[in-house]
């Protein structure tokens, strides 16, 4: 199941995770035997039912959690601690309602070192960083407007640019397009294929959505439901750039009537799994 590939940016082995001495002591997973290699800039979206440990996967490759076996490096470096090199963003787009959408935009700025040290010295600086960003997803009239001024879709898009202010080499989505109409939805995969076409770094996309997986990544992996494991690999060859137009294709519906299957096997197979995607 693994990528052909020398250096990996992320590399999972054979990684197991029990969420406390008890649960390991039953050997109760809440993921298994995860391997997994993703080369550098790649964009992988990992697909399944809800409870199969999407979430569990995201806290270990950011090192919130450690594995109870395994091992897992990013970027070379085996990861011990929280990775200082990704940006984050959740369904809910958790702005301070406080702030202003730069403000807001800002924020890692101000916690984040190196950054935080030089704040004062380098704020015009930085408030230009995030304002080009801002610029660039569509919210160049609403930098200086508040949350609540803001849509669910605009929200969301300054929830991204949050995420990628500092310029990480990582940015691990959970579900965040998942609170937004159909439209909108589909704005926002053109917004991220953009920012990603542009920058490169690593996405790593936890989604419900198999058309969203498949309109943005290079590599779908699918997961059965508890205990998680990766149970297909599927490289999505779909030229890039990719236009909406393409999920249209027959080409594009076969790779997610192909990847249904392997939920609905696995769903077959689990009668505790929760909702489908
Ligand atoms: P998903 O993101 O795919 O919905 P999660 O990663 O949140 O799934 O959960 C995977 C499994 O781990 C579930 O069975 C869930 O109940 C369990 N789990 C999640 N968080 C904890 C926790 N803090 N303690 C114990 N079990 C947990």
């Keep these: 199941m693994s990528a052909s590939n020398t250096n990996p940016f992320v590399d999972f082995r054979d990684v197991w995770l029990a969420y406390n001495d008890d649960l390991l002591a039953r050997n109760d997973f809440a993921v298994e035997a995860i391997d997994l290699q993703v080369r550098q800039g790649e964009f992988i ?21 450690s594995p109870s076996r395994g091992s897992i490096r990013v970027d070379g470096q085996p990861v011990t601690g929280p990775v200082k090199i990704s940006g984050m963003a959740f369904q809910a787009p958790s702005l301070l309602p406080w702030r202003t959408t730069v403000d807001n935009v800002l924020l890692p700025l101000e916690i ?20 080009a960003l801002l610029q ?9 407007k508040y949350p609540w001024q803001l849509s669910g879709g ?13 310029e990480p080499k990582m940015l691990l989505l959970d579900e965040p397009f998942g609170a937004l109409d159909a439209f909108t939805r589909e704005e926002l995969w053109c917004i991220l294929r953009d920012l990603w076409s542009e920058r490169r770094f690593n996405v790593i996309l936890v989604t419900h ?20 494991r990766f149970v297909e690999r599927r490289q999505i060859d779909l030229p890039r750039p990719r236009e909406l137009e393409v999920t249209y294709t027959r080409e594009f519906s076969d790779i997610v009537l192909e990847l249904r299957g392997h939920i609905g096997a696995i769903r077959r197979t689990s009668p505790q799994a929760e909702a489908t995607p």
């Design 45 to 65: 979206a990992i697909v399944g039912p809800s409870g199969c440990g999407k979430s569990t996967f995201m806290k270990l490759a950011t090192g919130l959690k």
């Design 112 to 131: 984040v070192e190196p950054y935080r040290g030089q704040f004062k010295q380098r704020r015009a600086e930085y408030e230009q960083r995030a304002r």
């Design 136 to 144: 660039k997803v569509g919210l160049a009239d609403y930098e200086d």
């Design 154 to 166: 605009m929200q969301q898009r300054a929830s991204i640019c949050r995420a990628l202010i500092h």
């Design 209 to 228: 959505d198999l058309r969203e997986s498949v309109f943005l990544a290079d590599t779908v992996y699918v997961m059965s439901a508890r205990p998680g």
